[in-house]
């Protein structure tokens, strides 16, 4: 089945440590995000990236870095200049814009819980 | 900068009853796409509708249609026959023609009433 996958579902840190989030989608998309998630709150988009090796900053970049070595793979890492990195990450893909057409919408996975500890 | 506004922080509707979702945005552009998302307490994000704004027609999936007024900015979504299944937060999001940028609007958490 095509989809998109997200890994650990749950994840811990400790202050000052760096740790990555995994992203990995098998749609064949070459549009991939990475957005936070606080309580109560909607989606902010963290990084985004339109085809392999290019990523553009989202609204909350600092503190995050990102990749795309491969079309597939979008890993977001959590750096320890995020000063209040505890939220719930979402990845999402979908197909690259500018072509007028349907089937336009994201996929998203299941998450990952980030707590700091 | 586009942006996306969903004014109701939080709505009831009786089941079976119709229920409208508010979304305004902002952009300077023609050529864009407008998504409804719905986020249940599982947390997957699922996409309900979709409108492509060259499209002067209003979406319809079902029970779920929306009131996609361009020249207001505007893309409410209605929700007839309401059903104990479609308590969520539901999201409002907004992608330029080119540019791949998909930004949403802080939510508007829907509860079905019995």
């Known amino acids: 089945d095509g989809g998109i996958t997200q890994s650990p579902k749950y994840l811990f840190r400790k202050e000052g440590q760096n740790v990555t989030l995994s992203c990995e989608q098998n749609l064949n998309h070459d549009a991939m995000y990475w957005y936070r998630q606080d309580p109560g709150q909607g989606l902010r988009l963290i990084y985004y990236?339109?085809?392999?090796?290019?990523?553009q900053k989202g609204d909350i970049a600092e503190g995050y870095s990102v990749s795309r070595e491969k079309k597939e793979s979008f890993p977001l890492t959590v750096t320890s200049a995020q000063k209040n990195p505890t939220a719930f990450y979402l990845c999402?893909?979908?197909?690259?814009?500018?072509?007028?057409?349907?089937?336009?919408?994201?996929?998203f996975g299941q998450g990952t819980r980030l707590t700091v500890v | 900068a586009q942006t996306v506004t969903q004014s109701q922080p939080e709505m009831s509707v009786q089941e079976a009853e119709t229920v409208t979702l508010s979304c305004t945005y902002d952009t300077s552009e023609s050529d864009y796409y407008l998504f409804w998302y719905k986020q249940p307490p599982s947390r997957q994000m699922i996409l309900v509708i979709r409108q492509e704004a060259y499209k002067q027609q209003n979406a319809t999936e079902n029970r779920f249609s929306v009131n996609f007024q361009k020249a207001a900015k505007s893309f409410s979504l209605k929700i007839s026959d309401s059903q104990l299944g479609d308590a969520a937060m539901y999201f409002c999001?907004?992608?330029?023609?080119?540019?791949?940028?998909?930004?949403f609007g802080a939510g508007t958490i829907l509860r079905v009433k019995s």
């Open positions: 999402a893909s979908s197909r690259r814009q500018g072509m007028l057409s349907s089937n336009t919408e994201a996929f």
């Open positions: 999001a907004y992608c330029m023609e080119y540019g791949n940028k998909l930004v």
């Open positions: 990236s339109q085809i392999v090796n290019d990523f």
